[in-house]
């Protein structure tokens, strides 16, 4: 079982779908950046990267 964490820079929230505590090995998961209002999201970096939002 894996725990994923995310770390945000500036203001805003990251959901993840499905949302739970823990993923198996090769489980999808849909990562969706949602700025406050006066930032926006720019690209992911890490372990994901790219500018799509949603992830897969």
């Known amino acids: 079982m894996y725990t994923l964490i995310i770390e945000a820079t500036g203001d805003g929230?990251?959901?993840?779908?499905?949302?739970?505590?823990e993923y198996i090995h090769g489980e999808?998961?849909?990562w969706t950046a949602i700025p406050d209002a006066g930032w926006?999201?720019?690209?992911?970096?890490?372990?994901?990267?790219?500018?799509d939002n949603p992830r897969l």
């Open 40 to 51: 926006s999201f720019t690209n992911w970096t890490g372990d994901l990267t790219g500018s």
């Open 28 to 30: 999808e998961v849909q």
């Open 13 to 21: 929230t990251v959901t993840k779908n499905p949302d739970k505590p």
